[in-house]
């Protein structure tokens, strides 16, 4: 039987097997849906006509240590490959290595960065051999589910967005070779917003561009850098993601509608970017900065056409209507939403205090200067990636803390165990009381995401990352504590001795209270408002995510599948204030709104 012939770009228009074909695509990312929930979503997304799901690869789950490979459950990417192919869905691969996506470090892991000469996204050698053994592990897994080998795979991209990043000329050729001698043999693309285009792209690779809005000119560039080739916009960004103490973005949906509908009508292809955003689960959210660090909330409902629970929205309905005169046979009917229940209020019923949860951390580190969390001797040698780290000093002086800027990204600062003020990415001075005698300092730093895109790749270290000065004196002989929240953390805190709450809570520290489900659990959300004030919630040892009273996101999403029926463990980490009731409610709560018609802000990536 000869070879299947796969995605061409040889002409004005794609082709499949040799016959015209147009990409109507969407991105959903499996790591950000419970795996319960995947066959749901995909249908959902077949229902609207769409042919083709994209999927980034996030590096820093599948090798969370070096050389501890996870691609089981949760990050089984073959599984879900098959199901889009059982769904009757292509698949557009975007294994990196690095991937953007809001998300830590752009997928790359901080394990990283204890090279203190580590060049992300070049030919440092120091990079790229962590991308040949990670390349290793992921690529002969993929490989296989090719088109030319019976798969679902049409096309594989390379790397994403180099043209806002080109650091180093050699390196997409790099990246393109290590996917090929791997056997990839599938149409190849680049990534790109119009800016990058030129020097994102790679010799034998499509270029695609990025955007949301249709500027003058924009297709017609794209179409003259490739002539007789076909136009695909790579990401055409429904919505918009958010950040921490800005307005909830938005696009209006017949605007979006009527910028896909003007692209289809010129002959170009498309893929959604998000289709269905889904959920930032854990501490994977990241950040911008340009010129501003800004941190992104855990939601990533990117308002979609599916929301971060997917529910149809107005978008799907629309999108739905107008791709339907684009598909030979009539569209399957979307499956019934899902539903949700607001369970009964949960009054927190015993807490410890963080000071007293120490213990169950791994031996703290003795260090003469400040470390920061990447470079602690924690987890077999590669440090600690994420959460939270407690660096202990003694003082014998009040006066004036300057945190030089050395700060990442947000530490709560205590005296003897009081709390005295915050020092962050904006504040960094505070006055602390003036006692002649030796009191314990202690900085609880908390790594609030890092940055996924941009020139700031490179200096993404948290916790201290520098000198810190009391009256301008470097400050000195810190205990260290990785308070960084993983599983095997979260069980031998079990063993403490929990406070009732007729104790007085002591803050920052650990709440817990107990949701009674009865028969099959549902969806809900998770809202912490009165008596809360910021931290991360834990239910059943699954870490939603982080609240936050600046918003704009008010309630963390809880799929079902993290439940179970009868009694399910809620464990509330507060930093500030000493807990109220986990109250539970069945809509998202996303605060103000902004249309990203009128920010600038989305035209800068």
Not at 98 to 114: F, M, N, Q, T, V
Not at 168 to 183: N, Q, V, W
Not at 447 to 453: E, M, S, T, W
Not at 478 to 492: I, N, W
């Amino acid at each position: 039987m000869s070879e299947r012939e796969g995605l061409k770009a040889n002409s004005g228009q794609f082709t499949l097997q040799d016959v015209p074909f147009r990409i109507l695509g969407g991105s959903i990312h499996y790591f950000r849906v419970p795996r319960a929930y995947w066959r749901d979503r995909l249908l959902k997304m077949r229902a609207c006509g769409i042919n083709t799901v994209s999927t980034y690869v996030p590096w820093n789950l599948h090798e969370p240590e070096r050389g501890l490979f996870l691609f089981k459950g949760q990050l089984d990417i073959e599984s879900y490959i098959n199901l889009a192919s059982e769904l009757g869905l292509w698949v557009i691969l975007r294994p990196g290595p690095y991937i953007c996506a809001e998300w830590d470090l752009g997928g790359l892991p901080s394990w990283l960065l204890r090279d203190k000469d580590m060049r992300l996204r070049t030919t440092y050698s120091g990079f790229t051999n962590a991308v040949e053994t990670y390349f290793d592990k992921l690529i002969p897994k993929v490989a296989q589910l090719q088109f030319s080998r019976g798969g679902p795979i049409i096309a594989f991209q390379v790397e994403n967005e180099y043209g806002s990043y080109s650091k180093d000329k050699h390196y997409m050729t790099f990246i393109k070779e290590a996917l090929l001698s791997r056997g990839i043999s599938e149409l190849l693309l680049t990534s790109d917003n119009r800016e990058g285009l030129k020097c994102g792209g790679v010799e034998g690779a499509l270029r695609t561009i990025n955007l949301q809005k249709l500027s003058y000119g924009t297709m017609q560039y794209l179409a003259n850098m490739q002539p007789e080739q076909p136009l695909l916009v790579m990401e055409y960004w429904s919505g918009w993601f958010d950040v921490w103490g800005e307005p909830h973005h938005v696009f209006q949906a017949k605007e979006m509608v009527n910028v896909v509908r003007e692209l289809l009508e010129h002959g170009a292809s498309i893929n959604l970017y998000m289709f269905h955003g889904g959920t930032s689960f854990g501490f994977m959210s990241g950040a911008v900065d340009f010129g501003t660090y800004k941190p992104q909330i855990s939601s990533y409902d990117y308002d979609a056409p599916l929301s971060e629970c997917g529910d149809y929205t107005a978008k799907y309905h629309l999108l739905r209507n107008l791709l339907k005169i684009y598909q030979k046979e009539k569209l399957p009917e979307p499956p019934l939403p899902q539903s949700r229940k607001a369970y009964e209020t949960v009054p927190v019923s015993h807490h410890i205090p963080l000071w007293e949860s120490l213990q169950f951390t791994e031996t703290p580190f003795k260090s003469l200067d400040p470390i920061n969390m990447e470079s602690l001797p924690v987890h077999k040698g590669n440090g600690q990636s994420y959460g939270y780290t407690l660096y202990e000093t003694t003082i014998t002086t009040g006066g004036t803390l300057n945190s030089r800027n050395n700060i990442r990204d947000r530490a709560l600062v205590f005296v003897n165990m009081q709390f005295v003020g915050v020092l962050d990415y904006r504040s960094q001075e505070l006055t602390l009381p003036e006692r002649k005698v030796e009191q314990t300092l202690s900085l609880l730093v908390e790594n609030l995401g890092r940055v996924n895109y941009g020139d700031a790749l490179d200096y993404q270290r948290k916790g201290l990352v520098g000198d810190i000065a009391l009256n301008h004196i470097p400050v000195k002989g810190f205990t260290v504590y990785s308070l960084d929240m993983t599983p095997s953390f979260l069980d031998r805190l079990k063993t403490g001795k929990w406070k009732t709450v007729s104790e007085i809570p002591t803050c920052p520290g650990f709440f817990q209270g107990n949701l009674t489900v009865h028969g099959h659990a549902r969806d809900t959300f998770v809202k912490l408002l009165q008596g809360w004030n910021k931290g991360v919630v834990f239910v059943n040892g699954h870490l939603l995510g982080r609240y936050w009273f600046i918003g704009p996101q008010h309630v963390l999403y809880l799929p079902a599948p993290f439940l179970k029926s009868g009694n399910n463990q809620v464990t509330v980490f507060e930093e500030q204030i000493a807990g109220g009731q986990i109250q539970f409610t069945t809509s998202p709560e996303y605060g103000r709104t902004l249309n990203v018609s009128s920010h600038p802000f989305c035209n800068l990536i």
